[in-house]
């Protein structure tokens, strides 16, 4: 049984945070006056291109299939940002956001059924991808490993995890290293990721703008980013960056999910459902793939292996207890995150 919020719904259609992107904006509801759908995903950061180009293809299809047209409304920010503005009134249909903890916080406000986790194949991650380090062309600094993001002088740019899901993500894949090297002596692992977030020089809100802030900016030496995200720089600016996997890394698997209570007054539930699970064809599988997210489908991700390291040592948040588990122990209010912070 849902659960419903507290507050009056906004009257707008959208309440645009900042850095969001609007793909088309064409009214709230269903249907506009021409019997053209309007339809909106809230995402995190780094998911602008993949979607631009794949609500492109889902209008194709929804047109074939249907006879009907869709628009749509496309706001991208931090994860947690953007979890936070869906419950505090933005009109998504769906939203797709870095980290299952923050689609859970709006199931928790009531606007998504529980078990949303379930709706779709692979706990609703229809991609994923992986923490790696972004480093200048010549790698002056000799960044190699986690180990080397602890030396004096080196400037470290990352998101904050109040904020970003990216950011949790890194925070994590930093912790796994520190509990592999000290064997789980959590006095060391917090001393060691202590001193990584000691050389942070900048702490963005989302991960675009801590990309922004390394590539366009020219700050710090490192940048511990997406998988995807490095990626793209690599494409965008030939020759001038370079991908640094660490030993130890994280699966991050970004989530989806209809909100329904929106979805039920907007009379989109079932276009949210076929809008998430198309992301699961081949097709569009290829699409994120080129993008390069890595394909949940395994056939279609070995299609990609030139592109993607395969044989990264990866942990999982399930080494962590699950999102609510990790959430709670790392990034909740005097957790560890703003223990080791603080010092």
């Not at 793909?23 to 249907?31: E, I, P, S, V």
């Not at 706001?75 to 689609?103: C, F, K, M, P, Y």
């Amino acid at each position: 049984m849902k659960r419903r919020i507290g507050f009056i719904r906004k009257t707008v259609c959208l309440m645009m945070t900042a850095g969001c992107m609007v793909t088309a904006l064409a009214g709230c509801g269903d249907k506009n006056e021409d019997g053209t759908v309007t339809f909106t995903n809230v995402s995190y950061d780094p998911t602008r291109e993949f979607y631009e180009a794949y609500n492109q293809m889902f209008s194709e299809h929804y047109k074939e299939e249907t006879g009907k047209d869709i628009e749509f409304v496309q706001s991208h920010g931090g994860s947690g940002s953007q979890a936070r503005s869906v419950i505090e009134g933005n009109d998504a249909d769906v939203v797709t956001l870095a980290l299952a903890h923050d689609i859970t916080a709006i199931e928790e406000a009531g606007l998504i059924e529980e078990g949303w986790i379930d709706e779709f194949d692979r706990n609703s991650s229809p991609y994923t991808s992986v923490i790696i380090f972004l480093v200048r062309n010549g790698n002056e600094k000799g960044i190699g490993d986690w180990d080397d993001l602890t030396k004096e002088g080196v400037e470290i740019i990352t998101p904050d995890p109040k904020s970003s899901g990216g950011a949790c993500w890194n925070f994590l894949a930093a912790w796994q290293y520190a509990k592999e090297k000290f064997n789980g002596n959590e006095s060391e692992m917090k001393d060691f990721v202590s001193k990584v977030y000691n050389n942070v020089l900048v702490m963005d809100s989302g991960a675009r703008g801590a990309t922004t802030t390394f590539v366009e900016n020219g700050q710090g030496d490192v940048l511990i980013a997406w998988e995807n995200e490095a990626l793209l720089t690599l494409q965008e600016y030939p020759g001038e960056y370079e991908i640094v996997t660490p030993s130890v890394s994280i699966l991050a698997e970004p989530s989806v999910a209809v909100v329904d209570e929106n979805a039920d007054e907007n009379g989109t539930q079932e276009i949210a459902k076929d809008y998430l699970e198309y992301l699961y064809t081949e097709e569009a599988q290829r699409l994120a793939g080129s993008h390069f997210y890595r394909p949940s489908n395994e056939t279609v991700l070995q299609e990609f292996a030139d592109m993607f390291d395969l044989s990264v040592n990866l942990c999982t948040i399930d080494d962590f207890g699950g999102w609510d588990q990790a959430y709670q122990d790392f990034f909740t209010d005097d957790a560890v995150f703003d223990e080791i912070y603080g010092k």
